[in-house]
């Protein structure tokens, strides 16, 4: 059974920082690209960062950008997103998603998903 677990989410001011995890079981991790979504109620989900199946190439949302890494540990089935300078509209349930074919940022490429983890930037 594969399962994606999400964690580090939490509510903090504008300007903070924030590291979320993502650990994931019951597939070969090292083969899949992995990615961060999110959604704000109301929207549509959103892509936010993918990295490559072996970590050496990333890619990020243009409002990311500077702001955001993705990383992954592969040896720990693990995928992170540092998120710094936090602002208010960057509050949203994030999703970490696995895609054995790439690291896109369609999420319908995305086979599968971890059930989120809230994010609250307050003003």
């Known amino acids: 059974q594969v399962q994606l677990v999400e964690s580090g989410g939490g509510l903090v001011q504008a300007g903070a920082s924030l590291r979320l995890s993502c650990t994931t079981s019951?597939?070969?991790?090292?083969?899949?690209?992995m990615g961060w979504f999110r959604q704000a109620p109301g929207k549509e989900r959103e892509f936010v960062a993918a990295?490559?199946?072996?970590?050496?190439?990333?890619y990020y949302a243009d409002s990311m950008k500077g702001r955001f890494t993705i990383s992954r540990d592969n040896a720990k089935n693990t995928v992170n997103l540092v998120m710094n300078s936090l602002k208010p509209e960057d509050t949203a349930v994030y999703y970490c998603a696995a895609d054995y074919s790439g690291y896109g940022r369609q999420y319908r490429e995305y086979e599968y998903w971890g059930q989120g983890t809230q994010v609250t930037v307050s003003s």
């Open positions: 019951g597939l070969p991790f090292s083969r899949y690209g």
């Open positions: 990295i490559s199946w072996s970590g050496g190439s990333t």
